[in-house]
Nanobody
Framework: QVQLVESGGGLVQAGDSLKLSCVAS????????MGWYRQTPGEEREFVAA????????YYSDSVKGRFTISRDSAKNTMYLQMNSLKPEDTAKYYC????????????WGQGTQVTVSS
């Protein structure tokens, strides 16, 4: 059974840093794309960052570009999100998502980890 588990969230002050992790189990994800999304109550889930399996291309939303860094360790089936210079508007539940470009039906989500940034 495939499972993605996020960790690293918490309550921090504006300007602080956090590093989120997403550990996958149940299969290997070397050929999967990986990404982070976030969601606040009453809002749609929004894209934050992604890292591709081939070539490691990186993509960021404009709101986090220059502050967040996504990375992956395929040997550990793990993805990270280093978040620096956090702002109150970064407050959200953060979800990891692994998906296959070749087989779109193969997509997996974690349960999320809460990040709260106080002003």
């Amino acid at each position: 059974q495939v499972q993605l588990v996020e960790s690293g969230g918490g309550l921090v002050q504006a300007g602080d840093s956090l590093k989120l992790s997403c550990v996958a189990s149940g299969r290997t994800f070397n050929n999967y794309e990986m990404g982070w999304y976030r969601q606040t109550p009453g809002e749609e889930r929004e894209f934050v960052a992604a890292i591709m399996s081939s070539g490691g291309s990186l993509y960021y939303s404009d709101s986090v570009k220059g502050r967040f860094t996504i990375s992956r360790d395929s040997a550990k089936n793990t993805m990270y999100l280093q978040m620096n210079s956090l702002k109150p508007e970064d407050t959200a539940k953060y979800y990891c998502n692994f998906w296959s470009s070749s087989y779109p039906e193969l997509t997996y989500w974690g349960q999320g980890t809460q990040v709260t940034v106080s002003s």
